[in-house]
């Protein structure tokens, strides 16, 4: 029998956060051992569970929830939406420029197939969240990295961006808050990003998914909010602002330069359309969530559950020789760095592998969120203070080993 190989459209696709170290740990769980997870940032299982009031009104909501919706999605969850791109002073967006998807994965791979040809260029972020690189090159387009500085405390680096545009560059991909670095972008970058989109005709797609995943009292700016003449596409939803990532509930909505757009959006909704609806008892928890008790607001403050992890995270890895770290504005992730000097890592996939099974700890390692060099890993600091505490121990006490090899 010939074997049965996977489409060559997969080739430069990765999602390494769910990769072959995951499964290892899988295995080992298996086996009867407990790892400490500090790979997903998926903060039900950590007890931040959604608010009783969204779960409350999709238990309600269950009986009308049976069928089928509008592709795009339940009007009253879009007018909800709508409202809060009001909150977010994003201008000129009616309930038609809205789209609810099952998550912002869904929407962010639906956005670059309805776009992309092959040979298209989409720019996106190093590090970044790595299903935008994925989904650029599964919808056959071809992904160009900007760098983030991380000297610069992770911005991006305009020059680089400006560098790496060709003929062929559709899009700029903007994810703010970040993942993986925790940076917040100042409303003068956004600016800049805005006028280089402007001089060169790019659409900017806007991952905002961490909009209120907020630290130190810091605010957020919706890009789409600073410009009405460039087209964008801004993704948010349930998973993070509100713990409910397995509700599956996520939206884009189009603003700015939507006229020339016409041929784009009318492709992105037939793609909608293709795939009937977005799962519904989430979206009936949609107007409850905009609308309702803002309890994220006291879980990032210094005496709240996340704000105090990450301050306990942060200090606890930035004590260990040789490791510094930009200190997270937003989001529930660390992206620290390891000085090359002191632990020589030829392959940091190998590196979380050999401390997954020297340490049981769970990370994910920098070129999994398409980094260049082997000197980064990724913190999430959802598991409470205890298990921190014992995991970033775990990790000292595996790199005091690894540099005297
Ligand atoms: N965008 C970013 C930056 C993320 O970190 C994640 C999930 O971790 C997603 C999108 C996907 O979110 P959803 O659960 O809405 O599919």
């Known amino acids: 029998m010939q074997p049965v190989l996977k489409s060559a459209k997969l080739a430069n696709v990765c999602y390494d956060i769910r990769g072959p170290v995951l499964a290892r740990a899988k295995q080992m769980e298996e086996d009867g051992q407990r790892i400490i997870k500090l790979n997903i940032g998926n903060p039900a299982p950590f007890g931040f569970i959604a608010p009783e009031e969204i779960i409350q009104d999709i238990i309600h909501n269950l009986p009308a929830a049976s069928g089928y919706t509008d592709s795009k999605g339940l009007f009253a969850a879009r007018k909800a939406i709508m409202h809060y791109t009001q909150v977010k002073k994003i201008v000129g967006v009616q309930v038609d420029d809205i789209i609810i998807g099952n998550g912002v994965s869904e929407l962010i791979t639906m956005s670059m197939n309805a776009l992309l040809d092959s040979g298209d260029e989409v720019l996106v972020p190093a590090p970044d969240y790595p299903l935008w690189t994925a989904a650029v090159s599964l919808s056959g387009g071809t992904p160009r990295h900007y760098l983030c500085d991380e000297g610069a405390g992770w911005l991006p680096d305009i ?189 940091d996939q190998h590196f979380i592998l050999d401390l997954l099974e020297q340490e049981k700890v769970l990370l994910v390692q920098g070129s999994g969120f398409n980094w260049p060099t082997t000197d980064h890993f990724r913190v999430v600091f959802l598991p409470n203070a205890d298990d921190l505490t014992e995991a970033i121990g775990r990790i000292a006490r595996f790199l005091d080993h690894y540099k005297k090899r």
């Open 159 to 347: 020059a680089d961006i400006r560098g790496k545009i060709t003929p062929n560059t559709r899009a700029i991909v903007v994810i703010n808050p970040n993942n993986p670095t925790g940076a917040l972008y100042p409303d003068d970058l956004l600016r800049e990003i805005i006028q280089v989109a402007r001089e060169h005709q790019l659409i900017i797609y806007a991952d905002e998914i961490y909009d209120k995943v907020l630290y130190d009292g810091n605010t957020h700016t919706s890009i789409a909010s600073l410009a009405e003449d460039v087209l964008m596409i801004t993704f948010n939803g349930l998973s993070k602002n509100y713990r409910a990532a397995g509700f599956r509930a996520g939206w884009l909505v189009i603003s700015g330069e939507k006229h020339h757009a016409r041929d784009y959006i009318e492709g992105l909704n037939m793609l909608a359309s293709m795939r009937l609806c977005a799962n519904v008892p989430a979206q009936y928890g949609i107007q409850t969530a905009l609308g309702g008790y803002q309890s994220i607001n006291d879980l990032v403050l210094p005496t709240g559950r996340l704000g105090r992890q990450r301050d306990l995270a942060w200090q606890l890895l930035t004590q260990i020789p040789g490791v510094t770290c930009h200190k997270p504005q937003a989001a529930m992730y660390l992206f620290p760095r390891l000085d090359p000097k002191m632990y020589p890592i030829a392959n």
